[in-house]
């Protein structure tokens, strides 16, 4: 099956866990793993689809052996399962990464629609990917909207900081990508 049918498949019948209206793009992908490569070491990546932002890491430079992804529909599992050999792909949900992945990666990327999800959720998986991360890895993030996922005082609260590092208008709606670091 092509990788837009499984995805507009997966849209109509689980809507609110896919929450786009269509793939990542290229460029977004791009956008997203522009911090990372071959010098990073682990990267994980919370809610992979059906690999787009995956694609944009594996392109650049980081190995297969060094990729871990957390997703939580079995259909995308299995399709990023044969679509990617060496990577390891977790059926579970990004919050749980500190129970399956030791401390000390470079860098967690995440395509998991925060902005759709309860705050206490939001905060959890944020908190997940801090506990892995190592001193300097970072998070990166995209949204739809102008904002990253948490509030200026949860940030504060997690002691993170952020920017806007890139805003993709080739993507389908146009996306901004935050990245995160410990203050």
Same mark, same amino acid.
């Given at each position: 099956?092509?990788?837009?049918?499984?995805?507009?498949?997966?849209?109509?019948?689980?809507?609110?866990?896919?929450?786009?209206?269509?793939?990542?793009?290229?460029?977004?992908?791009?956008?997203?793993?522009?911090?990372? #490569? %071959?010098? @990073? +070491? $682990?990267?994980? =990546?919370? #809610? %992979?689809? @059906? +690999? $787009?932002?995956? =694609?944009?890491?594996?392109?650049? +430079?980081?190995?297969? =052996?060094?990729?871990?992804?957390?997703?939580?529909?079995?259909?995308?599992?299995?399709?990023?399962?044969?679509?990617?050999?060496?990577?390891?792909?977790?059926?579970?949900?990004?919050?749980?990464?500190?129970?399956?992945?030791?401390?000390?990666?470079?860098?967690?990327?995440?395509?998991?629609?925060?902005?759709?999800?309860?705050?206490?959720?939001?905060?959890?998986?944020?908190?997940?990917?801090?506990?892995?991360?190592?001193?300097?890895?970072?998070?990166?993030?995209?949204t739809y909207g102008p904002r990253p996922a948490l509030e200026e005082a949860e940030l504060?609260?997690?002691?993170?900081?952020?920017?806007?590092?890139?805003?993709?208008?080739?993507?389908l709606p146009p996306a901004r990508v935050h990245t995160f670091r410990k203050a």
């Open positions: 099956m092509s990788e837009t049918l499984l995805f507009f498949r997966q849209l109509i019948s689980r809507p609110l866990q896919v929450s786009a209206i269509a793939p990542s793009s290229r460029f977004l992908a791009k956008a997203m793993a522009k911090d990372i #490569g %071959p010098h @990073t +070491g $682990r990267v994980v =990546e919370f #809610g %992979p689809g @059906t +690999g $787009r932002l995956t =694609e944009g890491a594996l392109n650049a +430079g980081v190995r297969p =052996e060094n990729l871990t992804l957390f997703e939580m529909n079995p259909d995308f599992v299995t399709h990023l399962r044969a679509r990617f050999p060496g990577v390891t792909v977790h059926l579970a949900g990004a919050q749980t990464a500190p129970d399956l992945v030791a401390k000390g990666v470079g860098a967690v990327i995440s395509g998991v629609p925060l902005l759709s999800m309860p705050m206490a959720l939001r905060k959890s998986i944020m908190a997940a990917a801090f506990e892995i991360l190592g001193p300097e890895g970072i998070y990166v993030q995209f504060k609260n997690l002691g993170l900081t952020w920017k806007q590092t890139a805003y993709v208008p080739l993507n």
